[in-house]
């Protein structure tokens, strides 16, 4: 081999550095649910992915299986409500339940995790909404007593009606 011919083999040609490749392409979806299930424990529920048609009753109705439901609010525009548990065990419960069995409201799967309010403060200037929502409050109130009277003590009548106009 003559000098040249060294020369060549010793000289590196510049190589562009590699570059890392991007991680794939993930569902937005997938990252905020991860990201809004690291939330602490709150009484206050956050449910969303609700059908726009779905009534604070039916909200209320996820609730009430886990314990007293102080108050609701449902943000049909975002498609989303929160729910104010009594108290944060309730809630704890609530979570739990519905992180290992999905939760469907009119055949929708919603998701349920914690909130980051500590409590719902509604405004009384929305009046019609906040009717609507104390009502089925009440009738979740009602249902929440009844099943808590014990053996020999009585609620109502025979023939007692809940009934509720909104």
Not at 94 to 123: I, P, W
Not at 135 to 158: K, R
């Amino acid at each position: 081999m003559n000098g040249m011919e060294s020369e060549h083999f010793l000289r590196t040609d510049s190589v562009p550095p590699a570059t890392p490749t991007p991680p794939p392409p993930t569902n937005n979806n997938d990252s905020k649910k991860i990201k809004l299930t690291q939330n602490p424990p709150s009484k206050v529920v956050h449910i969303r992915n609700i059908p726009s048609d779905v009534t604070e009753t039916e909200i209320v109705h996820l609730g009430i299986p886990f314990g007293r439901v102080n108050n609701v609010l449902v943000l049909k525009g975002k498609n989303q409500a929160f729910l104010e548990m009594h108290d944060e065990s309730a809630a704890v419960a609530m979570v739990s339940y519905f992180t290992n069995c999905a939760a469907q409201l009119r055949g929708r799967s919603v998701y349920v995790q914690y909130s980051t309010h500590t409590e719902l403060k509604t405004d009384s200037s929305h009046s019609n909404a906040n009717s609507a929502a104390q009502a089925a409050l009440a009738a979740a109130q009602a249902l929440t007593n009844s099943s808590l009277v014990g053996p020999g003590e009585t609620q109502g009548g025979p023939n007692t009606v809940l009934r509720v106009i909104v």
